[in-house]
């Protein structure tokens, strides 16, 4: 929730309407790092060591910060897109980008394919070997780690919340409060529009004034038909 409500632009000064826990906030703020700090441990993962035995590993902090904005970015897509099939394969894709960013956790050699040194090695190496087409096809492939992303992803505590989310769509609603600052929320009862009472208040008091001003069982309607007889 805290993530698909960070603010938009993530190397500005943010000054939202109303006060949240991110007002004010910097790539490299102390509110982004707490945000960082507080889910750091739902994007953990249990890996298996040359011993045997399993162990909590935690993803670099500078990695999460560039991963947090996709996980805003593709929050905000499922939240407000109303074809289902879009709404699968943007969960598809968020479940996706943490598996790869797990994988190379998991396996620091594997070959970054925007690294313009590692990819000018690989085509040395390649040529030293004497492959062709498609022995440097298969080579890549394992360089990059294609063949680990094959395998179903192990449940996580990321992965498990990300599948809940995908089974409990219709609790995902955007706050139709015009200035809300974090209009991203799960609905708690039948027919809500507004994540809060204050944000709720506008429209009610707008509600309120129409009936007052249309409908006839108001007083000043009820007042104005009795001086008309």
Sequence with gaps: MECVNLPDHMHGTIIPSRRTPYAHHMNDSPHFDRWLRKWQQLLAFQSEGEDGKWSVVEIPHERLKDFA?????????????????????????????????????????????????????????????????SQKARFFETLTGADLLEEVPRVCPFEAAAYWLQMNQRLMLRCGGVECAAPYFFRTEKGQRFCSPECADPARREAKLRWWNESPNSPKNQKAGRKRK
């Design 69 to 133: 904005p996709k996980v805003r970015v593709a929050l905000r897509r499922i939240w407000v897109e109303q074809d289902a099939r879009q709404r699968d394969w943007y969960f598809f894709r968020l479940r996706d980008s943490y598996h790869r960013m797990i994988v190379r956790a998991e396996n620091p050699y594997l070959l970054d394919i925007v690294d313009r040194d590692a990819l000018g090695r690989f085509e040395e190496v390649s040529r030293a070997r004497g492959d062709n087409a």
